[in-house]
């Protein structure tokens, strides 16, 4: 009956398709509960008004299956809701493991998008996304068709939130944390991407676009931006002038140093002082380097100073970024 996109712009996300059909579920379950209750409701307050002449004998106390069927019925309703959901929010959550990583960080007031793979960096500012508008150039985030990308974000002041309501995508970036999410654009175009979270007087400035183009001319793209300026920072090159080498082995088979080595460490299930296991990613990684003694490794002891606040949010991510990628195939020059 209602166009099954409601107001939203067509969906353009592969890994997304099914979130509409469920909204439209959602929706017709609410309305025609509403009509239940609501007319329920009325029906007995006039029916039962002061001075009708509805009789009151013998109010019933109790009616069973009434009962049954108002537990059974919505429960049923909400656990496919649920199943559903959860279905399409891993879908949404978990990216393929061959997605293109792309970083994001949002500060006040624009975006920066982080191309590790390719080696350069985009910076959607009121002023440059004026200015590729105007000279016909990509604006925005710029993605290939076709593919799955991987959205790895941050934030370096307050909360803001990638929204791109084309993928069915919102996401808050966060400071001293990393969120991921994903998508798959299956048209070219250029589609809205904003910030929604208030943050701040010049929170409009966040407002700006993806551009998702056809692989050759992604390509193409990827070859002129690589030609320009500074690409994102080297982590290799921030372990190196922060000392972390001291401590810490980053190749193979070397003995393990004052710390533990950080060869190949990413993705591994690490025992704890504690006796608890973490999974090595992102997250612990950061907060090792932040605030070392919260989850010490077995057999280390808490020497490791804090770098919080010694290093800026671009060389926090590209630190975590090369010891991600130490010892595997991503492996970046030392
Ligand atoms: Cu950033 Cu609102």
Redo the contacts with the bound molecule.
Sequence with gaps: MFDARFWMPESVNALTQGSDALFMFILWVSLVSTAVVVGAMMWLAFRYRPGSSASRDRPPRDHLWLEITWTVVPTAILGVIFFWGARDFITMSVPPADAMEIRVM????F?TFDYPEQGFRIQATEETNEKNAAEGKPVGLVVPVDTSVRLVGS?AD????VSIPAFRLKKDVIPNRYTTSTFHATKEGEYDL???????TK??N?ITKVTVLSQDAFAAYVEEAQEQAAGPVDGSNVFASSGCAGCHAVVEGAPAGIGPSLYAAYGRDEMLTTGETVVIDENYIRESIENPAAKIVEGYGPVMPSYAGRLSEEEMTALILYLRDLGTDKEAPI
């Design positions: 949002g500060q006040k007031w975006w934030a307050v909360l803001h939130s904003f910030c929604t979270e208030y943050c701040g929170h409009s966040m």
